[in-house]
């Protein structure tokens, strides 16, 4: 046990008797957070349902905090919310301790940079045969597109199975509901219910849960009747064995597909689809891409070599991900008693840390609440601070498809964008939704035009 000599306390606000700020945070969580800051600065006080909650917004306490994990901070996942256990029971994003190591140990290989760079061909074709599909002159909803084209995507690429057409294909719906019950743990009046309580939220979060478990059942079965090639995930997941010589329960396959399932494709699917809306409203940096595209590409079919040279096109994504970061906000929950910048916390407070709210401070970005892809060109004298940018979070639970996510989200850029020119419609009114993940509410109409060559 460590004695602190430091005992001051950070300001805050305590807001409600019992409830703290849980209201303010659940009617807007991201002005809630934004205001914290503003008003009582880098390390502040709150109190959420009788939790002891910080909120840290230093670019250097956050990374000491994310690289710290595991050792001093625990990733906070320690009592999921009854969302989180049912929709991503014991897989990677939300296991601890020795298991967790195991299980990253096992999937990292799949995420290596040799790795993906054999899974650019398929993003490309799938991307052709979206591109296919859109008639010039139509209305689309493209973060309905992006959905459907990341989950044919990561499902082909980690598991050899082309869900196009299939009834795995066509569960929007169940993950529409899964990621509404997420938004509700956080937000909803399922933050203040015991778990017992059956809310409509909750009930259709389990009826999808077990309908995807049902089809993802199907999937295993069939690869233990048929094998595969391919030296996949799926098969490397039923064929490991743990240290008394025993496989994974179905049990655990199932958490493990359906949370690389899910994490890997709505973060992509929905930065894309911000990309989209920030290149229409920015016809200029729009029109750097379609010239990169052109001149890089002159008419070819995008490849992984290509991914390096399309240098305004990961700066779109990147400053998308600035702009709009999917997952926009974590906790920590430090194991014992620590120092955050001078102010003593004490063991078991939420540690919160917020990409949102790093990445629109003006201390750290020019003009934050501008789109500008060129901060991160790097012929740019000064690149932004490393600590304050953190998509993916950092330290070792850092987002293990970061590489995979970039180089796909480059790759259907490039590809959609040389075939087609995309306008959102005017009348549309982009809202964010609080979901789980940070996400256009009601999609993203848009209308489109071939672009010829
Ligand atoms: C633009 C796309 C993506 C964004 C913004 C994103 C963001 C993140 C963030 C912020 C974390 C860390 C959360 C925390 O510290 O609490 C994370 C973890 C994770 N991500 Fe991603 N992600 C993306 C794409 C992907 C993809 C394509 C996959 C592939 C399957 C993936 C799988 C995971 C997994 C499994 C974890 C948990 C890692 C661990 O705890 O060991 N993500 N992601």
Same mark, same amino acid.
């Given at each position: 046990m460590v004695t602190l000599e430091v005992e001051k306390q950070p300001a805050g606000t305590s807001g409600f008797p019992i409830i703290g700020s849980m209201a303010e945070f659940a009617r807007d969580p991201i002005k809630f957070v934004t205001r914290l800051q503003r008003d009582y600065g880098d390390v502040a006080a709150f109190s959420l349902m009788g939790s002891k909650s910080v909120l840290v917004s230093d670019p250097q306490a956050v990374d000491r905090i994310l690289v710290e994990t595991g050792k001093r901070y625990d990733h906070g996942k320690r009592n999921p919310s009854l969302a989180m256990q049912k929709i991503l029971g014991n897989g990677l994003v939300t296991s601890e301790g020795d298991f967790w190591k195991r299980q990253r140990k096992l999937i990292a290989p799949a995420f290596h940079h040799q790795s993906i760079k054999k899974y650019a061909d398929q993003i490309v074709e799938y991307t052709q045969d979206l591109a296919k599909t859109w008639q010039p002159g139509t209305t689309r909803d493209l973060h309905q597109d992006m959905m459907s084209l990341t989950q044919r995507i990561i499902m082909k690429v980690l598991f050899d199975v082309d869900v196009q057409g299939t009834v795995i294909g066509d569960v929007t719906g169940s993950f529409d509901a899964m990621m509404h019950a997420l938004g509700a743990e956080q937000t909803g009046i399922e933050a203040i219910l015991p778990d017992f309580i059956p809310t409509p939220s909750r009930r259709q979060m389990q009826e999808a849960v077990t309908h995807v478990n049902g089809l993802l059942l199907?999937?295993?079965?069939?690869?233990?009747?048929?094998?595969? #090639?391919? /030296? @996949?995930?799926?098969?490397?997941? +039923? #064929?490991? /064995? @743990?240290?008394?010589?025993?496989? +994974?329960?179905?049990?655990?396959?199932?958490d493990e597909i359906r949370t690389l399932y899910l994490a890997g494709h709505e973060t992509t699917a929905t930065t894309l689809s911000w990309a989209w809306m920030l290149l229409s409203q920015n016809p200029e940096a729009y029109a750097q891409v379609e010239a990169e595209v052109d001149r890089v590409l002159n008419g070819r079919t995008p490849t992984s070599d290509d991914v390096p040279q399309l240098a305004y096109c990961?700066?779109?994504?990147?400053?998308?991900?600035?702009?709009?970061?999917?997952?926009?906000?974590?906790?920590?929950?430090?194991?014992?008693?620590?120092?955050?910048?001078g102010y003593h916390i004490a063991g078991g407070t939420f540690v919160f840390l917020s990409p949102w709210v790093l990445h629109h401070d003006s201390r750290w970005f020019e003009k934050p609440d501008a789109f500008m892809p060129e901060r991160w060109l790097k012929d740019k004298a000064e690149q932004p601070l490393r600590e304050a940018y953190i998509p993916f979070g950092g330290g070792p639970r850092v987002c293990i498809g970061n590489g995979f996510a970039m180089m796909e989200s480059v790759l259907i850029l490039a590809a959609l964008a040389q075939k087609h020119h995309v306008a959102l419609l005017p009348e549309h009114r982009v809202e964010l939704e609080i979901a789980g993940t940070l996400r256009p509410k009601s999609g993203l109409e848009a209308t489109l035009t071939a672009r010829s060559l």
């Open positions: 199907e999937l295993i079965e069939q690869r233990r009747k048929e094998g595969s #090639e391919q /030296r @996949d995930l799926l098969t490397m997941f +039923m #064929e490991t /064995r @743990d240290e008394d010589g025993q496989p +994974m329960s179905d049990e655990q396959l199932l990961n700066a779109v994504i990147k400053e998308s991900l600035r702009c709009y970061p999917v997952a926009w906000i974590t906790r920590r929950v430090p194991l014992e008693d620590v120092e955050i910048n």
